[in-house]
């Protein structure tokens, strides 16, 4: 049937049909929230082009994520480290004492039921910025897999309960995967950024991290924003090495990607809503040119209905709370 017998607008009429009829939620157990933590006691940096964010320290990381915890029942983070002091080759990271292991212990004894993904990457703890060993001006890649693997080791030690490498190293899934299975951590799992694009997104993310590179780009690990194939190869090598889950890097200009892992592989999809993308958000609302909360809202539907099953955002806790100020279910 077609015009006039069917009339699509009967359906949105008014706020309980739509509601009834809706398609795509987000919901508080869709959403994962980073958070930096950083040395010292009582720090707490605001992180300039990221509003409401900071690096922590881990006394009050604590009680932040104790209060997210509480206050939204979000209980899902990622966790990034800022080292007191960083190396050529990231090793830094790897040590029991490090600053990502001695917040998971932390955490893990104040807030027992908050799971924490722990990111692995060099990126934060190396002197040059990039993401793991410089030979001949360009991360070697095997040597790279080799400090990645045992900081993964050190991480689940600590007792993180997902082990996510960020790197874009080739293999490192499968050495991670090795390494904790012959340690006893067979039951840890792995979420792989497998598709991670060499993207302008993660401006304020570097500010964040204290990790811009300090020479060149990351063009020759991180992927060509122009393909898609090559994304879909990406998922299938670190399936095939044993990744529980995958990642899309960064969401909002990778929707299609999103959707397309999802097709192809039926699996548990996970999508980063970046701080480029968390931050021009911020900076129109600030100018007054957007509806703020609504578009919050908009995004992570979008992210959601492109094929995500769970979200990275750093919305994650505001966008909570606010559709609980409004009553709605979430």
């Not at 050529?88 to 790897?94: I, L």
């Not at 996970?270 to 911020?282: D, I, P, R, T």
Request: proline letters at 5%; glycine letters at 6%.
């Amino acid at each position: 049937m077609s015009y006039p017998v069917t009339r699509l607008r009967r359906l949105r009429k008014n706020a309980t049909i739509r509601k009834m009829i809706r398609e795509t939620e987000v919901n508080r157990d869709d959403l994962i929230m980073p958070y930096f933590v950083c040395p010292g006691e009582h720090v707490r940096n605001p992180i300039r082009s990221m509003p409401g964010n900071f690096q922590l320290s881990i006394d009050l990381l604590v009680g932040e994520v104790n209060d997210l915890v509480t206050q939204t029942g979000i209980d899902k983070i990622l966790l990034f480290g800022i080292p007191e002091t960083k190396d050529e080759d990231g090793s830094v990271a790897c040590r029991p004492d490090a600053i990502v292991p001695t917040a998971i212990r932390a955490l893990k004894s104040a807030v027992p039921d908050v799971l924490i993904i722990a990111d692995v990457c060099n990126c934060e703890y190396t002197t040059h910025g990039h993401c793991g060993t410089i030979v001949d001006g360009d991360v070697n890649n095997d040597l790279t897999v080799k400090t990645l693997t045992e900081q993964s080791l050190t991480l689940a030690k600590a007792g993180a309960d997902f082990i996510a490498p960020s790197d874009m190293m080739d293999g490192r899934v499968g050495a991670i995967r090795r390494a904790l299975d012959e340690n006893g951590f067979e039951n840890t799992p792995i979420l792989a950024y497998s598709a991670k694009y060499a993207s302008g997104f993660y401006g304020p993310f570097r500010e964040a991290a204290e990790s811009a590179p300090k020479f060149g780009d990351r063009n020759t690990y991180q992927m060509d924003p122009a393909n898609s194939l090559e994304a879909l190869r990406e998922v299938e090598q670190d399936l095939a090495e044993g990744a529980d889950l995958v990642m899309v890097k960064p969401a909002l200009s990778y929707l299609d990607i999103i959707s397309r892992v999802k097709e192809a592989f039926n699996i548990p999809v996970v999508a980063y809503n970046v701080s480029g993308e968390f931050s021009m958000v911020k900076a129109a609302g600030a100018n007054g040119w957007i509806d703020e909360e609504r578009l919050i809202k908009e995004i992570l539907t979008s992210i959601k209905r492109a094929g995500a099953d769970l979200i990275i955002t750093y919305h994650a806790k505001e966008f909570v709370l606010s559709e609980m100020r409004k009553g709605n279910r979430v």
